[in-house]
């Protein structure tokens, strides 16, 4: 039986996060023992921000070292590069004429990054981000996308798109459906809990990077934001207690326990305690990934072998088709 495909990639934007690992990279070690897989090194998105001495080349090779670090098997899933498979970009042209100005304008993403830059140098890239995210999808006839919570949107758009596009012109792209995980699937910033964890925030105290040294990971979990709640009760309430939540469920994501069986273990201990605890699972789980990465990482010829199968994989099915749709739209014979 043919196996269902599974997209996702993640934009080599910076040093990857515990929340990029918990939200997608989690996800996707289990998923490839059963679906046919592509992951892929969204480079092309990254572009749309510009950071000042940022070596995209470099971080592509660091975001693979990453991937292969956490256990995705490039004998088991596709794993290439966004800007070298065309078609990805061919086709966002194409899905461009199928959306609307109003759906972009919605996006919360890019409602963020207008205030996030303060409406001052927005280029058209972040505006345009969701239609190439949805090219990447469906250019592989994707069912299943696993993303975080922050990306389920996109996913939606992506979904409106395509069934567009399948009314008009009979059904050419699957439906795909985003997996988003009940808990973890968005691992809060540490000391400023309203928000995600981003690998490109400034404030380095708000994130437990995957490349984590062991001292800075007991004292940011130890600065980590928490309540004014008198009790002090270690309870899961993302709501009134998002911080202490947050805590539980990287220590639950982290080590596969039930977030009620956690609390019912800290009852009646500190915050502190439940922190130092979760320092500690953190350091024990970031330790296989650190050695596993830092085995890989100056391998350059070893990694861009890797890629080069990839992009063979992928290109392959992406030129398929892309040749398909290009027929259904009249643009070839
Ligand atoms: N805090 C998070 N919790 C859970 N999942 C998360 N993801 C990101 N942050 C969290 C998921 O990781 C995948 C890759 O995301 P991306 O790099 O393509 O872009 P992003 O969502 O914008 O992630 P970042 O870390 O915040 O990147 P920057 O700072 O560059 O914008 C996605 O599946 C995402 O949901």
Not at 80 to 98: A, D, G, R, V
Not at 105 to 113: D, E
Request: charged fraction near 25%.
């Amino acid at each position: 039986m043919k196996k269902n495909i599974v997209f996702s990639g993640i934009q080599p934007s910076g040093k990857l996060t515990i929340g990029n690992y918990i939200g997608a990279i989690k996800q996707w070690v289990k998923m490839q023992n059963k679906y046919n897989c592509f992951f892929c090194i969204v480079d092309l998105h990254t572009i749309t921000l510009k950071k000042k001495n940022f070596d995209l080349n470099n971080a592509i090779l660091d975001t693979l070292s990453i991937y292969l670090a956490c256990g995705i098997n490039p004998k088991k899933s596709v794993i290439f590069i966004q800007s070298h498979i065309s078609e990805h970009t061919q086709l966002s042209w194409i899905l461009n004429c199928y959306s609307y100005y109003g759906e972009l304008k919605r996006m919360t993403q890019f409602k963020n990054k207008l205030i996030k830059y303060n409406f001052k140098n927005i280029n058209s890239g972040i505006f345009f981000y969701p239609i190439l995210m949805a090219s990447d999808i469906l250019l592989y006839q994707t069912s299943y996308v696993p993303i975080g919570e922050d990306q389920k949107q996109h996913i939606e758009l992506c979904r409106n798109i395509a069934n567009r596009f399948n009314n008009n012109y009979g059904n050419i792209f699957n439906i795909p459906k985003p997996c988003i995980l009940k808990y973890g699937s968005k691992i809060l910033s540490l000391q400023e809990t309203k928000k995600k964890m981003s690998k490109s925030d400034n404030n380095y105290n708000n994130i437990i990077y995957l490349l984590e040294k062991k001292e800075n990971i007991f004292k940011k979990i130890k600065l980590a934001k928490t309540d004014s709640d008198k009790t002090r009760k270690i309870k899961y309430d993302i709501i009134n207690k998002p911080g202490i939540s947050n805590i539980l469920n990287i220590f639950a994501s982290l080590t596969g326990e039930k977030i009620t069986n956690i609390v019912k273990n800290f009852n009646g201990k500190m915050y502190n305690d439940l922190k130092y605890e979760t320092s500690k699972v953190l350091i024990y789980f970031l330790e296989k990934i650190q050695e596993n990465y830092y085995n890989i990482r100056n391998k350059e010829s070893f990694l861009k072998d890797i890629i080069y199968d990839g992009n063979i994989k992928a290109k392959k099915i992406a030129k398929i088709n892309f040749l398909k749709i290009k027929k259904k739209i009249n643009l070839l014979k």
